[in-house]
């Protein structure tokens, strides 16, 4: 396995791959701005509007350019949903285009397990023959891509594979949203909905923080719903930083939240306080669904959940009393994301709450809007290749996995098992972030070509045969955006730097080359900016506004407030979906325990975002890293009585122990947390040594989680593991 040959000192020794890395010519963000406090009094200062990639947001950014180097970013007021602000991790990403521990040329991996630098057109014909070699002995079919969907990497990624035959097109979710999604498909026709804040009198939020898990315009709506008297009820093991927002915060046993969600459901029927035309008109499925809810009583939710039975019928009887406006939030990764065997049912079962609440489209209830697209494109240069007529891997063993592009836990089975053995991944670090890292190293070691598209060496890049260097967001334009809600916009990314190491490509110059080498240039015979071009001009939009305001309001889509279109199979909300059924769970909404509950002397685990953190990505920015060192945030949090019981003290070093694996952190001893439950920062641990800032810095709850999938989804579990917890002696 390559990463136990690597030691720091290997990969830092001054070799040819060290200078790769972003080096000589450039300077820190520090001495940078040191640099700018210094300037000419006649410096040219420069203005552009483009977007974040600092998360899925994409919030709008200008940014401020002195004489051609990047001064300061700022929110773009243009931005329907950000609105002119940006969150800590926007600025911290933008120095991402002045790391000295960027990658700045291609790499490939030697028969030492070491990386060289190599020439952009070794590196394409390399891999172009390798892929060649690949479609001759096993098919086009045993090619795969990971992505985590970006404006133009989600459309060169699929056109890629599909060019070259394959249908294996893969994205983060199985590690994300993916539990969420596929149950929203199934129960109200849409992978999301989204909560009227303006006028809604109660929400309640099942492990969903807007206030660390952050996106501005989320930030804002549930500040002013606050301010004007919401009821919002937090659900979570964990006091998180939603709190200042909050009436109420319910203390939960991790995992059992279906328990809960069923009990609030069974009072509004058992009480009849559900919405009767509703359940008429608009469902299916009602009757067994209530025959089932019976027994799902608050007494019997008390004793899975630790929630009191009283609480649970206050909470049931205040929604009733709401009504309309009042809702089940949509949550988005933990609980309903991933994380358990039953996260698939529980987002159904949110949904199953807002349908007896007859919230569904109402003022101040859940909506579903649309999103704007592209017209049909004349020019046959865009023309699609044809589309693959295989199956892609796992849309047999995951036949719910109704996100976007199915689950990669099944792009990994095919690597472990032989059925892929070449795979891409582009903006995506899925070895440290999408299931149990030693299974990625273990399942990509065994494939014949691994190439991964990145800016740093990721511990993904560092498992790969080539790294391709692409310039950050920053330097770079991308497809258009399309923003949906209540009213439609399109943004766009531009490049509003010039590259900083010229030996870096944008997306589409990449995949260009890529596809040229592999035989399929035919396909990709266009830049990004000329589809973009084509794309806004489909919509009335000329790409030379996008440039100067870099987002423009499209046709109004008239909303309204009405019961929305469900496009389920049945064109109604579903209570009862028939092809769960088929995919062997039970069809109906109702309870499943999850996998694996705390034995004596164990602690349930849970994880959650950062404020100040995206994923793994800005762990290695220097100011979001001292930030974090400073504030000591890698910590894991317990309760000063489950502490006081072994003997521990805040800041005290623990070991923390799964079957999987074993880590020492420090404690943050705290009344925030439910008893009996440990909290862990998702961003910490990091082990690529390349990464000099974030390399084992703190632990990574990936490592403790055992390699599974839950069912008919595929998605990670990523919290369905127990960790005992001792303190380390000095
Ligand atoms: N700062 C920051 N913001 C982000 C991101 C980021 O990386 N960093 N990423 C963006 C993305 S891609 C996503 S998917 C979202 C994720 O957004 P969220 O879903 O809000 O993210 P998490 O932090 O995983 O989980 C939220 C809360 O769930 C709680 N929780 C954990 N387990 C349970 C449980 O079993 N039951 C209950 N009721 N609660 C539980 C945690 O304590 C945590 O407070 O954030 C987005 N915004
Ligand atoms: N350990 C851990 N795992 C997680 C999470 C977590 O918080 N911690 N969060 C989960 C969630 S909610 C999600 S959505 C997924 C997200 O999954 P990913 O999108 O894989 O997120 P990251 O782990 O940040 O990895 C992104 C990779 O893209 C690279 N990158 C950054 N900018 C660019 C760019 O401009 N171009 C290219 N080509 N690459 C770029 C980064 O260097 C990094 O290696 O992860 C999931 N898994
Ligand atoms: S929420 Fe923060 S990191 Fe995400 S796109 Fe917006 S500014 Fe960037
Ligand atoms: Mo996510």
């Not at 927002?245 to 203390?251: E, L």
């Not at 005290?652 to 404690?667: I, N, R, W, Y």
């Not at 009996?676 to 641990?685: E, K, N």
Request: hydrophobic share 40%; charged share 20%.
């Amino acid at each position: 396995m390559l990463e136990s040959k690597l030691s720091r000192r290997t990969f830092l020794k001054g070799s040819a791959a060290a200078a790769a890395l972003a080096g000589a010519g450039t300077v820190s963000f520090g001495a940078w701005r040191a640099q700018k406090a210094g300037a000419a009094e006649n410096a040219t200062i420069t203005e552009a509007p483009t977007l974040c990639n600092g998360c899925s947001s994409k919030c709008g950014l200008v940014a401020t350019m002195q004489d051609g180097r990047l001064w300061t970013v700022r929110g773009s007021a243009a931005h329907p949903y950000s609105k002119g602000t940006i969150c800590g991790r926007g600025h911290g990403l933008a120095q991402l285009a002045y790391s000295e521990e960027r990658i700045t040329q291609p790499m490939r991996r030697t028969e030492s397990g070491d990386f060289e630098p190599i020439s952009w057109d070794d590196a394409f014909s390399e891999i172009g023959q390798k892929v060649k070699d690949i479609i001759a002995s096993d098919g086009a079919d045993a090619l795969a891509i990971i992505q985590d969907p970006r404006p133009s990497g989600k459309y060169y990624s699929k056109r890629f594979m599909n060019a070259l035959g394959s249908p294996n097109v893969y994205a983060h979710s199985s590690s994300c949203n993916l539990s969420k999604e596929s149950a929203y498909q199934l129960t109200i026709g849409a992978s999301n909905y989204s909560t009227d804040f303006g006028n809604a009198k109660m929400v309640v939020f099942i492990g969903r923080s807007y206030g660390d898990g952050i996106r501005p315009s989320s930030v804002m709506s549930i500040a002013s719903a606050a301010e004007s008297a919401t009821r919002i009820v937090l659900v979570d093991p964990r006091l998180n930083n939603t709190a200042i927002f909050a009436d109420d915060w319910v203390p939960i046993n991790p995992g059992t939240d279906l328990a809960f969600l069923l009990a609030i459901c069974n009072v509004l029927i058992e009480e009849d306080l559900y919405d009767h035309d509703f359940v008429e008109q608009y469902t299916t499925g009602f009757e067994e669904f209530a025959a089932q809810a019976k027994e799902y009583t608050p007494e019997w939710a008390e004793e899975i959940t630790d929630v009191p039975a009283e609480k649970i019928v206050e909470l049931a009887e205040a929604l009733a009393k709401a009504v309309p406006a009042a809702s089940i939030e949509a949550g988005w990764r933990a609980v309903i994301g991933c994380s358990y065997f039953n996260s698939f049912d529980t987002a159904r079962a949110g949904t199953a709450v807002n349908a007896l609440l007859g919230s569904w489209g109402q003022k101040g209830g859940a909506l579903l809007t649309s999103s704007p697209k592209a017209g049909s494109l004349s020019d046959t240069r865009f023309a699609d290749p044809p589309k693959p007529e295989s199956k892609a891997i796992g849309a047999k063993e995951y036949p719910l996995a109704l996100a976007s592009a199915g689950t990669n836990i099944a792009a990994l089975e095919g690597a472990l098992d032989g059925r892929i053995k070449g795979m891409f991944f582009y903006n995506s670090n899925a070895a440290k972030g999408y299931a149990q890292p030693k299974t990625w190293a273990e399942g990509l070691e065994k494939l014949d070509l691994v190439v991964t598209v990145d800016v740093q060496m990721s511990e993904t890049a560092l498992l790969s045969d080539y790294v391709l260097p692409e310039c950050t967001y920053i330097e770079r334009l991308e497809l258009p955006e399309w923003i949906g809600g209540k009213k439609h916009f399109v943004g766009m990314r531009t490049a509003v730097l010039d590259r900083v190491h010229p030996e870096t490509k944008t997306c589409d110059e990449i995949f260009n080359g890529l596809a040229e080498a592999c035989g399929v240039g035919e396909y990709f015979q266009f830049t990004a900016e000329e589809l973009a071009a084509a794309q806004l001009e489909s919509v009335g939009v000329s790409i030379d506004t996008m440039k100067k305001e870099g987002v423009v309001e499209l046709a109004d889509p008239k909303f309204e407030y009405k019961v929305p279109a469900f496009k389920t199979a049945s064109g109604k909300f579903e209570f009862k979906t028939d092809a769960v059924g088929e995919a062997g769970l039970n069809p109906v909404i109702g309870y499943v325990p999850r996998k694996v509950f705390p034995k004596e002397g164990e602690f349930a685990i849970i994880g959650g975002k950062q404020g100040i953190h995206s994923h793994t990505m800005t762990q290695n920015i220097p100011a979001l890293n001292a930030i974090s060192r400073q504030y000591n945030m890698e910590r894991l949090w317990m309760n000063a009585a489950d502490a006081a019981e072994l003997g521990i003290e805040d800041g005290d070093m623990v070991e923390v122990s799964s079957s999987e694996h074993t880590g020492q952190v420090a404690v943050r001893v705290t009344q925030r947390m439910k008893p009996g439950v440990v909290f862990l920062p998702t961003h910490y641990g990091g082990s690529s040594p390349y990464q000099t800032r974030a390399y084992q810095y703190g632990i990574a709850l990936n490592d403790f989680i055992p390699f599974d999938a839950e069912p008919g989804v595929g998605s990670m579990m990523s919290q369905e593991v127990a960790v005992t917890v001792r303190k380390v002696e000095a």
